[in-house]
T-cell receptor, first 116, second 114 residues
Framework: DAGVTQSPTHLIKTRGQQVTLRCSPK?????VSWYQQALGQGPQFIFQ???????QRGNFPDRFSGHQFPNYSSELNVNALLLGDSALYLC???????????????FGPGTRLLVL | RKEVEQDPGPFNVPEGATVAFNCTYS??????FFWYRQDCRKEPKLLMS???SGNEDGRFTAQLNRASQYISLLIRDSKLSDSATYLC???????????????FGAGTRLAVHP
């Protein structure tokens, strides 16, 4: 049973560039959430996708956008990168909150982004 | 004020020691509660859920006090392999379903030494 997978594992970009990160959820899961974890901090919720729609968003600017595909995989896009966007980006998958609001989220290994 | 607050540590303890971590949360709409463990440069992994009645998993005991909005984790007989960052997590979910999001504390570092 494959867990949550993310690609790439590491990425180096320069300020102003755009980046796309990818996530495949755990088998049987249909909901994907994205988190940003800065060094020394806990993960911060960016947004959650279900049925190809964003249904909840954290306190992140519009430069952060996402997409979910029919196979439940997801992408996180960040435009106009800033130095402060350097972080570990984590994808978490779960079963639809519409069925079980307290469903546990399982995390992928993350993508470590460095913005120079 | 942060939604979930933890003592950052580090807690440096010898093998075999008992160590306790505490956490407070501010959002009374929090519906479920967890402790996650995160090893250096790895993803968070679920350690255990936390219930008001208290729950135990081997050497680990978690407790929730909804009235005080307080969560605890007790580790008995610490092992070297317990060295990690422990993240206190609350789950905020829409009552009617529709979404849920995890709110993390900044984590408490534990270092167990021989």
């Amino acid at each position: 049973d494959a867990g949550v997978t993310q690609s790439p594992t590491h990425l180096i970009k320069t300020r102003g560039q755009q980046v796309t990160l990818r996530c495949s959820p755990k088998s049987g899961h249909d909901t994907v959430s994205w988190y940003q974890q800065a060094l020394g901090q806990g993960p911060q919720f960016i947004f959650q996708y279900y049925e190809e729609e964003e249904r909840q968003r954290g306190n992140f600017p519009d430069r952060f956008s996402g997409h979910q595909f029919p196979n439940y995989s997801s992408e996180l896009n960040v435009n106009a990168l800033l130095l402060g966007d350097s972080a570990l980006y984590l994808c978490a998958s779960s079963l639809s909150a519409s069925r079980r609001a307290q469903e546990t989220q399982y995390f992928g290994p993350g993508t470590r982004l460095l913005v120079l | 004020r942060k939604e979930v607050e933890q003592d950052p540590g580090p807690f440096n303890v010898p093998e075999g020691a008992t160590v306790a971590f505490n956490c407070t949360y501010s959002n009374s709409a929090s519906q479920s509660f967890f402790w996650y463990r995160q090893d250096c440069r790895k993803e968070p992994k679920l350690l255990m859920s936390v219930y008001s009645s208290g729950n135990e998993d081997g050497r680990f005991t978690a407790q929730l006090n909804r009235a005080s909005q307080y969560i605890s984790l007790l580790i008995r007989d610490s092992k070297l392999s317990d060295s990690a960052t422990y993240l206190c997590v609350v789950n905020i979910a829409a009552i009617s379903g529709g979404y849920n999001k995890l709110i993390f504390g900044a984590g408490t570092r534990l270092a167990v030494h021989p």
